[in-house]
């Protein structure tokens, strides 16, 4: 039988998944052409947001590699766009002057995002947020430029503004009304989520509206209604997207906002549907994944001539913000209306707000703020249209407070857990049982349940928890290092080591990287692992190195850079400080600051004055910049403090002057104090030392930060050299065996504390074998790098005189 030609236009997120559907009910039927106007195979645009956060990369947001279309012999044509369709001869015409045949035709050209036709929106450094290019320009602007102004306060605007944040700009918001996200939020839920990203440091012009983009070439300031102006250097227009029918358009087909489309996502022409974004069906426009991949079940079934029951109906829409920190949760028909009741719980304390909306005992909305464990049980309860007489009406609202865990083992089979890709309790269940399914990235692969906004990964998590019981192993996951490879942290490392493989390039060669340069999550990683294992003769790769550790030191918000000299165990004196104060004045330092570890940070310098400033001051490093051991905070112990029951300087700086320069998967902080009342924070450190009446405490897995961890005792010596013996075998266990940018505190939940004691402490043949490969590699430990960049003119120049630094940020 000869295969039906079946053209795709639009290589987005509906179409290709309209193909995954007609794939999985038929590989025979279609000889497939795709077309895509973006240079990239199919990708996860939803999870830009996140890349823009700082929380994952491009390369791991791509749905389908190149692979998958060869493997499914569709032939792709990235960067190429369908220009225009001839609907009698059945031909597709694209920009690159070619012509392809067709017998049914797919348009899933998605939306173009809608830029405010205001004066000087040409401008340089104006910009939409919908593709890879949008994203990355808003990471490079980061890098030179400091003021961001978002124009638009809904779902892509606040996301868009979170991203900016974390990339260190200084972000206004600029909103239409006063009332933010108004497409999903009613007026409470909204003032305490603008309380709520004030608080994370966004700023908000609310009820503004923008007449002009001021500027030579590029944006320099934004002009308001009423006179007002802020300055900018990037402006980000989310003000609401528009369906692209440029294509639909030109070759005859019905258009209205978008495609018009039947209920089986058929045109005006018999033999050419649309689906996604650009698609218009009973008048209504979608603008979320969810509809999309209905759409997409619907037009595959239809294709491939299975019964597509009632057709597509229409959806009700659910979303979710995806900024961290904040739970925002909206349903259907969320605002009061006099044939509406609500039902709500607003905790002003715990910042928590939920209500629902109800007609005819029927949940019909909801809006939940600060807690959205219930957001997929309402979705459903709405999606059924569950009749609520019979339930205590509170109680609907109420069920979270029972713990996670049981809220997914109190759901019903029908309830849904992924709300993108519509997946039910019932489908997550049946797969696991079935397929014997025991990841989340099985599920994934099974059922796409968590494939697309991921907020679902959780409850994906507690269902394989509540189905396997104790066979389920949540955190031992196989996680690959990126998208480059399949291979875990751990697989990599075992095969550096069997295969005795020693260089970045053989790394990738032999190990099958799909691409040939790496990214910014996989080069450091083998950087590291190829320096831990070979110690005394790997070259470590400069290039391959996150920018502050290229530069040594910290790049700050306004490019200037941040130095922070060594001074061991917290000690310095009159010289030091002197050439410290020299320095600062002849370099117009604007800020001198005492660090959390008990340094001098020299905040503000120039990036060409930075080797000049090392020479300067003639101090170590103090690898502020560095995944590396950092600072050993100490107490003033036994010889001053009244409680003091050793010496806790002494021990800080044989520790620090032990350890100094030694790469370790992520930094490294250590405290010593010399009693448990624990003035050097000894409690929250990687390694935390207490000195107690006749010996040392000695506490691990400790950490400060976004997540608080207190440290575990990992044991008690007596003397200076059993701590220096054992914080080595330890640190050297952590090297051998963390995942690269895995903290200490992450690796002991991983591993266990039982599991590095039973090898750092009690197995002593264990512990001496670690303890000596730590002398090899502390023996093996390069120069101080300030000195070896001053003597080194080549690398100086390179370094700090050229103009641009491709910036790979961590
Ligand atoms: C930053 C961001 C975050 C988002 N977050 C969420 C979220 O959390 N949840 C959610 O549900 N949705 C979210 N969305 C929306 C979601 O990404 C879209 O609804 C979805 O991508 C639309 O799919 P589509 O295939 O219709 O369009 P697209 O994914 O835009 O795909 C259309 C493709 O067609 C190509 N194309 C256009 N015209 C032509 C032509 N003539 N020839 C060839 N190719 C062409 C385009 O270049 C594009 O690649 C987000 C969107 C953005 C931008
Ligand atoms: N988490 C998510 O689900 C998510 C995240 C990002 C994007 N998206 C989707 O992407 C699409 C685009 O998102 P969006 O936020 O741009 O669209 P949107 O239409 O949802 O919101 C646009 C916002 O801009 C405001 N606005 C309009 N004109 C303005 C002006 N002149 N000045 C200031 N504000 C103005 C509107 O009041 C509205 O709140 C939507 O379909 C959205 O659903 C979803
Ligand atoms: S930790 Fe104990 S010994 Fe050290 S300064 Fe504090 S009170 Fe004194
Ligand atoms: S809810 Fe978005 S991927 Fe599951």
Redesign the pocket.
Known sequence: MTKRKLVLVGNGMAGVRCLEEILKMDTERFEITVFGSEPHPNYNR?ML?SVLQGDTTVDDIVLNSYDWYEKNNIQLFTGETVKKIDKEKKLIFTNKDRTVPYDDLIIATG?H??M?PIPGAEKEGVIAFRNIEDCESMINASNNYKRAVV???????L?AARGLLNLGMEVDV????DH????QLDPTASTMLKEELEKQGMNFLMS???EAILGKKRVEKVLFKGGKVVKADLVVM????KPNVDVAKASGIETNRGIVVDDYMQTSDPNIYALG?CAEHREMVY??VAPLYEQGKVLAKKLCKQDAEEGYQGSILS????VSGVDVFSAGEFMDNPNNKAIRIQDEFEGIYKKIVVRDNRVIGAVLFGDTAEGSRLLSMINNGTDISDLGKVSILQSSTEGSASLVANMDDSETICGCNGVSKGDIVAAIQNEGLCSVEEVKNCTNASRS?GTCKGLVSELLEHTLGDEYQGGNEKETICACTDLSHEEVVSEIRAKGLTMTREVMNVLGWKSDEGCSKCRPAINYYLGMIHPSDYEDERESRFVNERMHANIQNNGTYSVVPRMYGGVTNAKDLRKIADVADKYNVPLLKITGGQRIDLLGIKKEDLPNVWKDLDMPSGYAYGKAVRTVKTCVGENFCRFGTQDAIGMGIALEKKFERLNTPHKIKMGVSACPRNCAESGIKDVGIVGVEGSWEVYVGGNGGTELRKADLLCKVKTMVEVLEVTAAYLQYYRENARYLERTSHWIERVGLDHIKSVVVDDLEMKQALVNRMEVALEALPEDPWKEIIKNAKQKDELFNKKDVTVVTQ
């Open positions: 939803i947001s939306s995002p809608f405010l124009i638009g306060g809904g779902l892509l605007g996301e600029v909103h239409i009304i933010l996200m108004e497409r503004h509206q923008t989310a003000v609401g997207i974004e603008g979320l979303t979710k913000l995806k906004c």
